[in-house]
């Protein structure tokens, strides 16, 4: 028969030799291994030690304890071989798992076993082993189950947590887009004064252009004297590639209209290729130019602006509607139009 290789039992055992046949080897349940043991692991209560424990004697068949001199039987008795020799937290381990674990050892090796030092593969077949008993297993289930269930409350905690959360984001999302707004028309009452005129050539040199503003709206057949215009400018840095546009500032919202009204005569009365448009704020002027991209998809028949407000009709004879943020020309856009959809203009980074 095989000796058996040095190797750690998991815990200190307690060599008994009893006169009955069943001959075993456990380990105590005080699972105490003396002074400062080396620790390699501890699965559902039992502990895997190295530590010297005991040893063989120089006779192959026969173990001795290195402080009782204790014989033990003859491990080459078939009862010995048929018998648990390991007892762990009330776990047998048969002799039969230890003996095929040595199996491939020398039989005349003159090394005597050490039975506190483990190699790794005996560690890892006698592991796998304890794994195996039902015991072991049902603990390790009942604390995979339990570890599951905490992970589960804790994932439903951070579910309501995320919920409140993107509530609130949704709340502050909507009031920005509130405050937003509020801004935007105070903002828009300020402009109400004003007109832009984009299109008209600039003149070399130091331009007059509150007098260039003048003679356009003399030529629309608007009666405006100098004394009404509070302000006159071009719109932006010259630039030899561009005409920069004309801001009117005028002295009372009544000239202004008067202007404006006339802005359907620039074609007629002054030359093509000249416009006249309301001043309105970025947010305005970029739901402007989202309606002029749906008219030409023909998702619109019109659309203009009248004192800041923006109105379009999408067919000849139907109601006209004011728009206010440029997500409400959505609606106007069928489902599965390839025609872009309009967006809000991000904002500036201050």
């Known amino acids: ?69 204790t014989k033990l039987h003859d491990t080459t ?56 008993q039902p015991k072991i297993r049902s603990e390790m289930v009942l604390i995979s189950n339990e570890k599951l269930q905490d992970l589960q409350n804790q994932i439903e905690v951070l579910k309501e947590e995320l919920e409140t959360k993107n509530a609130v984001i949704s709340d502050m999302k909507e009031r920005d887009l509130e405050m937003e707004d509020r801004i935007d028309t105070l903002e828009q009452k ?35 004297s100098p004394n ?26 009544k000239t202004k209209r008067i202007a404006y009204k006339a802005r359907t005569l620039l074609k007629s009365k002054h030359r093509p290729g000249v416009w ?5 704020t970025p947010a305005r002027s970029n739901t402007m130019f989202e309606c002029r991209n749906l008219k030409r998809a023909e998702l619109l028949h019109d659309y203009w602006s009248n004192e800041g407000e923006i109105f379009v009709k999408q067919g000849e004879h139907l109601f006209t509607e004011k728009v206010g943020r440029v997500e409400d020309l959505l609606k106007y856009i069928p489902n599965g139009s390839d025609v872009r959809r309009p967006t809000r203009l991000p904002k500036k980074n201050n």
Do not use: W
Request: aromatic share 4%; glycine share 6%; net charge negative.
């Open 228 to 253: 009404q215009i509070d302000n006159a400018y071009r719109l932006g840095k010259k630039s030899e590639d561009k005409t920069r546009g004309i801001l009117i500032e005028f002295n009372s919202l």
């Open 190 to 224: 300020l402009r109400l004064k004003n007109v832009r005129i984009t299109g008209e050539n600039e003149i070399e040199g130091d331009e007059d252009v509150a007098k260039t503003a003048l003679n356009i709206l003399s030529n629309l057949g608007c009666k405006i």
């Open 1 to 69: 028969m095989a000796h058996v290789n040095p190797g750690a039992l998991p815990v200190q055992p307690t060599i008994a030799t009893s006169n009955n046949t069943n001959n075993s080897i456990q380990v105590g349940s005080d699972g105490s291994l003396g002074e400062n043991p080396d620790h390699i692991a501890q699965i559902g209560g039992v502990d895997f030690r190295k530590r010297h424990i005991s040893q063989v004697s120089s006779t192959p068949n026969k173990i001795e304890h290195p402080d009782k001199h």
């Open 276 to 280: 006249m448009s309301e001043d309105l």
């Open 77 to 132: 008795s078939s009862s010995l071989e048929e018998e648990s020799i390991l007892n762990v937290s009330g776990v047998f381990v048969q002799k039969e798992t230890m003996d095929a674990e040595t199996q491939h050892s020398e039989p005349d090796s003159p090394k005597s076993l050490k039975v506190g030092e483990m190699t790794e593969e005996r560690f890892c077949t006698l592991f796998l082993t304890i794994l195996k």
